[in-house]
């Protein structure tokens, strides 16, 4: 089935350092991709979604400055946590959809992000 | 807009027994619609998903869930609960199918405990 890896798993920074994470589709073209975050004990909630080649859509209130997205190519995106504070630790999940109705929707295992 | 109410942040079952988790969705075209289970520190699993077609939709581990258009619900079940079950559990809608535009939106979800 479709696979996707998500690096890091977790991640710890100093305050002020940026953090990328990245997404991969190992074994489909992703031609979507979406980054979520998630508090302790709550839902995911969407923070942008970027297609291969163009500019990421952000969901109102997501500052694009901070939270940089690239999909560069059908199989990778990267979130860069840039100036990361302590309030911009969580949990970082993204997900990928091919371009066909029998991909769906894949998730990776998450990256816990913690700012010191 | 699509949006998602899962009733019942927390469902405690004992082993054995039945399992009924509720998802209510609300969409303004006939949505996809999902379970994904979570694990702590962990990404989401797809239990099932529901498109077209039979609104009876069997998933893993044993878990089904029925579409209901009337009543707007797609409500996750099982006939007996294992104590490997324990998890959080989300449901989702995807509006627009699997186009370019369309995107995943969860509800709350709904923790399942189980009591031996």
């Known amino acids: 089935g479709a696979v996707v890896s998500q690096h890091p798993s977790r991640v710890i920074c100093k305050s002020g350092t940026s953090v990328k994470i990245e997404c991969r589709s190992l074994d489909f073209q992703a031609t979507t991709m979406f980054w979520y975050r998630q508090f302790p004990k709550q839902s995911l909630m969407l923070m942008a979604t970027?297609?291969?080649?163009?500019?990421?859509?952000?969901e109102q209130g997501v500052e694009k400055d901070k939270f940089l997205i690239n999909h560069a190519s059908l199989t990778l995106s990267t979130l860069t946590v840039t100036s990361a504070h302590p309030e911009d630790s969580s949990f970082y999940i993204c997900?990928?959809?091919?371009?066909?109705?029998?991909?769906?929707?894949?998730f990776g295992s998450g990256t816990r992000l913690t700012v010191v | 807009a699509q949006s998602v109410t899962q009733l019942g942040s927390h469902v405690s079952v004992s082993e054995g027994a039945l399992v009924l988790l509720r998802c209510n969705y609300s969409?303004?075209?006939?949505?996809?619609l999902f379970w994904y289970v979570q694990y702590p520190n962990q990404g989401l699993q797809l239990l099932l998903k529901?498109?077209?077609?039979?609104?009876l939709v069997k998933g893993i581990n044993g878990f089904e869930a029925e579409f209901k258009k009337s009543e707007t619900s797609f409500h996750l079940t099982k006939p007996s609960a294992h104590m490997s079950d324990a998890a959080e559990y989300f449901c989702a809608v995807s509006s627009s199918g699997y186009s370019s535009a369309s995107k995943i939106i969860f509800g709350s979800g709904t923790r399942l405990s189980i009591r031996p």
């Open positions: 529901y498109t077209t077609g039979a609104t």
């Open positions: 997900s990928a959809r091919g371009g066909s109705a029998v991909s769906g929707y894949t």
């Open positions: 970027s297609n291969e080649g163009s500019k990421a859509t952000y």
């Open positions: 969409s303004s075209v006939p949505p996809y």
